[in-house]
């Protein structure tokens, strides 16, 4: 269980301070702050006010006492000059998911979250390859040959809750927390285009099937998942085969796939339906158009929309009979952050008394 020192740490690094700027803004020195993060020291209620007026949170937020878990298995970074995100940023992310695992805890004593799939944990080295593991999830979901509508709903039906997150502006496209007893936790970056949100969904969920331990190669795994999940071989051939494959024809795919140029290309390139050279120009040609973070806006479609974790929010507003402000203070944080987090919510007027609601993926 959390002490107070665990979340003032969260507290902290949820903001993306340092121990040293923190420590300058409650006016004490960072060794103190350290021995009360540690637990070696009890912070008394003046630090504690002091602390949720520079953390912004309400004083009872370091009155949770939930387990704090360590970072995730995965960190999925943008596609952008560094490979991988900063010491800093994993803290900043980490803290975020802790939190919202907090949150997701007092959501579910208040609704019964019914999935009616799951994910199944396949290893790589049994089924040989992430592309075999791909069509074996789509085999056990049921889901038709061809592009696939809707990921999120597959997804959320299998028990996963996906929601949104700008990570502190981190250069993070999705992230995944998994621990016992909880849905796995499953955020991307809101900031993103569909086309990137969904490939990253399916690229957390690749994690999800085949990563419990992270492994040197699990990152490329979970893009060749995501690629095969997305645009199976034996139906994307249709698309290229007897075609020379161009920026007008991947522009062309993009709405039907409902996934980037970009990853067309790269699923095209594997699958040999283009020449080393052919590949080599087309890239050339994204890059000088500058589509590599931003491909053209009259491509876009509109983004998945998850159903569960918003489901969840309204049934305690809308059904259990909460306030706004009664279930701010429930999760412990400030309505102006739940807004950030979960979205503007509203709605009819509550019914008075508070039942069980049950909620089906």
């Excluded at 789509?138 to 999120?152: M, V, Y």
């Excluded at 199976?232 to 161009?246: E, K, N, W």
């Amino acid at each position: 269980m959390s002490t107070a020192g665990d979340m003032l740490r969260l507290a902290r690094q949820r903001l993306g301070l340092t121990q040293k700027a923190a420590a300058a803004r409650l006016g004490i020195v960072q060794p103190l702050l350290s021995r009360f993060e540690n637990g070696v020291a009890t912070p008394d209620s003046a630090l504690l006010i002091k602390a949720a007026q520079v953390y912004q949170v309400p004083v009872d937020f370091f009155e949770i006492r939930d387990p704090v878990y360590g970072p995730p298995v995965s960190v999925h970074p943008m596609t952008r000059g560094k490979s991988d995100v900063t010491a800093h940023e994993l803290d900043l992310i980490t803290a975020e998911l802790n939190i919202r695992l907090m949150h997701l805890t007092r959501f579910l004593e208040g609704v019964d979250y019914n999935a009616t799939a799951n994910i199944p944990p396949l290893d790589v080295e049994q089924y040989g390859s992430p592309e075999k593991i791909a069509a074996t999830v789509r085999a056990h979901w049921g889901i038709p040959s061809g592009p696939i509508k809707n990921l999120t709903q597959y997804v959320e039906r299998a028990g996963a809750i996906i929601g949104f997150s700008l990570f502190g502006g981190a250069s993070v496209s999705g992230v995944t927390f998994r621990v016992s007893g909880r849905p796995p936790l499953i955020l991307l970056n809101r900031s993103h285009p569909a086309d990137r949100m969904r490939f990253t969904l399916a690229h957390e969920l690749g994690h999800l099937v085949m990563h419990r331990f992270p492994t040197e190669n699990m990152e490329a795994e979970a893009n060749e998942f995501a690629s095969a999940l997305l645009m199976p071989a034996a139906d994307i051939r249709h698309a290229f085969l007897g075609r020379r494959v161009t920026l007008e024809l991947l522009a062309a795919l993009k709405p039907e796939w409902r996934v980037a140029m970009q990853a067309l290309l790269m699923r095209a390139s594997s699958l040999k339906y283009m020449s080393a050279n052919q590949s080599r120009y087309l890239w050339q040609q994204i890059s000088a158009r500058g589509w590599r973070l931003r491909e053209p806006a009259e491509l876009d479609f509109p983004p998945e929309t998850p159903k569960v974790l918003p489901s969840m929010v309204k049934a305690h507003l809308s059904d259990l009979g909460y306030s706004l402000g009664e279930l701010t203070k429930m999760v412990r944080i400030h309505e102006s952050e739940f807004t950030e987090m979960y979205g503007p919510t509203g709605g009819d007027p509550p019914p008075v008394g508070r039942a069980k609601l049950q909620i089906v993926g």
